[in-house]
């Protein structure tokens, strides 16, 4: 096996379907709540990578968080959104991206008001810092931002004015939507860094690499210009990269 890279399949993930008890048909990539895997903790920086498919009328009431870099991505459907620091209600749908640096502490809730489903990715990045300052902020990005090109939607302190949000993590967060078959999307992951790569939907190929259906992934920490296109009719997909752990 090629130790640079490591290709997780959407069947190989662990999917929780909705209950009375849980408002989410969710696939965990990584330990979370009742799912244990002491192989699949992390990723470098990465804690968590939840695919949540929330049920109308559900949601995930108000909880606390600390410690913790926290983005949601809204992939379908309309979100309700509040927090203690702005202590308003707001929608997010489609192409919205919200960042939470949650610090000393902060409250949130993550609700579906509405008839249809809503699917969002949530992330959640272990932080520099411990009991650093409390942020929120959402930028709402368009179709246009991303299609056909990369979009870098999230930064850190240290390139934070590249892109409307940035968390308190050495990590950068990119997305694309391709609909272009001759269209070529590049991403340059550097030395000393690692990408994961999860396709949201569609299918996309990457030079070098498997290709990538609806919720596969890719672990990459071999650097390298990474090359993407088309391998149907649409992909959407999503880069995290960060710096890799010393001990790589």
Do not use: C
Request: zero cysteines.
């Amino acid at each position: 096996m090629n130790t640079h890279f490591t290709l997780t399949k959407k069947s190989d993930l662990y999917y929780m379907p909705s209950s009375n008890q849980h408002p989410a048909n969710t696939y965990f990539h990584f330990s979370f709540a009742n799912y244990y895997d002491p192989n699949r903790m992390n990723f470098g920086a990465l804690r968590v990578f939840n695919d949540d498919d929330v049920k109308p009328h559900s949601g995930f009431e108000r909880h606390p968080h600390r410690d913790m870099e926290i983005v949601s991505y809204i992939i379908h459907g309309q979100l309700t959104h509040w927090d203690s620091v702005t202590k308003k209600e707001q929608i997010i749908g489609r192409g919205h991206v919200q960042a939470i640096s949650a610090g000393a502490g902060v409250w949130h809730s993550e609700l579906n008001k509405h008839n249809e489903w809503v699917r969002f990715l949530q992330i959640w990045v272990t932080p520099n810092n411990t009991a650093g300052p409390v942020r929120y902020n959402h930028h709402q990005f368009e179709l246009a931002d991303r299609e056909n090109k990369l979009l870098h939607i999230v930064g850190n302190p240290d390139n934070k004015d590249a892109s409307p949000l940035y968390i308190n993590s050495d990590v950068n967060v990119y997305v694309s939507e391709i609909t272009n078959k001759q269209t070529q999307v590049e991403f340059e992951l550097k030395a000393g860094r690692q990408a994961y790569i999860s396709n949201i939907e569609g299918a996309v190929h990457v030079e070098g690499y498997p290709s990538l259906q609806e919720q596969d992934t890719l672990e990459l920490s071999q650097a390298g210009k990474l090359k993407f296109t088309l391998k149907d009719d649409h992909a959407h997909f999503i880069i995290i990269e960060m710096a890799q752990p010393k001990n790589l």
